[in-house]
């Protein structure tokens, strides 16, 4: 799918698991820079590095707690 979406950004809150997670890893596939924010410090470094795997074109990928 190519929503001419490559080299914007993204914060995505809820990020650490279910739909929040779902949603970074189809975008950082087009291309992304992803903004993960999510309460649980741990989780939410776990769900970095999963998404890491899914950004094949190399953009960033950040993660923040925060409770928003």
């Known amino acids: ?3 001419q979406i490559k080299n914007k950004t ?4 809820g990020a650490d698991s279910g739909i929040g997670l779902e ?3 189809l975008l950082a596939s087009e ?3 992803i903004i993960l ?3 649980t410090h741990k989780t939410l470094q776990k769900a970095a590095k999963e998404l890491k795997t ?3 074109k190399n953009n960033s ?3 923040i707690p925060v409770d928003l």
Do not use: E
């Not at 993204?10 to 809150?13: E, F, K, L, T």
């Open 37 to 39: 924010t999510d309460i």
């Open 23 to 25: 949603t970074a890893k």
């Open 31 to 33: 291309g992304v820079n």
């Open 10 to 13: 993204a914060v995505i809150s």
């Open 54 to 56: 899914y950004n094949k």
């Open 1 to 3: 799918m190519n929503l």
């Open 61 to 63: 990928v950040v993660a």
